[in-house]
């Protein structure tokens, strides 16, 4: 296939994309395409989705601006990217385990925001259609992570919309947790948070965080609606025992170490102190 060379045509009534093959004009109601027939029949598809790459490459809204971080938000400052790149960081999954977590995405949207990463070499996908991070997308996580612990100092009282999610959780425990607070320390812990359970294990300030039951656990946690307050320090394990907020199986002095390990930073804890 020829190297195209495309035209870009924007006036006041309309936008026009062409090559000396393919026209696209819009006029602000129903878009007129055009493409030579013999074209149609002589591409496969690697050549079409090459022209549409391009096309899309060309249309992509831009910040206009030669700065990494406007590259960067180009990318994944799309509405739902970067929490499909949150569940994604949990592990690999089908376009239907990430609607599940995040059931209030469309799927053709869902659809496009995979491609889009897809084609950016942020995400990869074999051959059952499983989706999974590249080594390149897997940079985000630690952005991710100090992302959503500034976030977290937003959270009052969920909203009646507001759902929580096993992948949410566990992303919640990675980006909490404290690695020097957890030097020496060797315990797995199981959370059930309604019907989710998720785990973590501890390891000498080393944490593996993944949805589902453990075998063998030093401390089963039914947190209830108090899990934020207890990870912020608003209210102490004692306290939440004590009223029967919190029931634990197993050793309670555990829960001490559990929200001091995994701790949201309040006004006066700098993110940057946290992990």
């Keep these: 296939m020829t190297e195209a060379r495309w035209k870009l045509v924007v006036d006041g009534q309309s936008v026009t994309i062409a ?8 006029n602000g109601s ?23 790459a391009e096309l899309q490459t060309m249309t992509r809204r831009t910040y206009g601006q030669f700065c990494g971080l406007s590259r960067a938000l180009e990318i994944v400052g799309e509405r739902w990217v970067l ?30 925001r995979l491609n889009e990463l897809e084609r950016t070499g942020v995400v990869r996908r074999d051959g059952s259609a499983i989706y999974e991070l590249t080594e390149w997308g ?4 630690d952005i991710v992570h100090r992302l959503s612990r500034w976030g977290t100092r ?8 507001d759902i929580v999610t096993p992948d949410s959780l566990v992303m919640a425990l990675r980006s909490t947790f404290r690695p020097d607070a957890a030097r ?17 294990r501890v390891d000498d ?7 589902g039951a453990l075998p063998k656990k030093d401390l ?3 947190p209830g609606r108090v899990l934020k307050a207890l990870m912020a320090g608003e209210m102490s394990p004692d306290e939440a025992i004590a009223a029967g907020s919190v029931h634990v199986i197993g050793d309670p002095g555990l829960l001490t170490r559990f929200v001091e390990i995994f701790r949201i930073a309040g006004p006066q804890d700098p993110v940057s102190r946290i992990g």
């Design 205 to 211: 300030g080393v944490l593996h965080a993944a949805e």
């Design 19 to 26: 090559n000396d093959r393919f026209q696209l004009t819009t």
């Design 30 to 52: 129903a878009p007129d395409l055009t493409m030579d027939d013999a074209l149609l029949e002589a591409a496969d598809s690697s050549q079409m989705e090459a022209i549409v």
């Design 220 to 222: 089963v946690i039914e």
């Design 184 to 200: 020496g320390l060797r315990a797995s812990y199981e959370l059930h948070i309604g019907e989710i359970v998720i785990h973590a």
């Design 83 to 112: 929490l499909i790149i949150r569940d994604l960081l949990v592990g690999p999954k089908s376009v239907g385990d990430l609607q599940r977590g995040l059931p209030r995405i469309a799927t053709d949207i869902l659809c496009t």
């Design 138 to 141: 897997k940079e985000l996580e």
């Design 154 to 161: 937003l959270l009052v009282q969920p909203r009646p919309e």
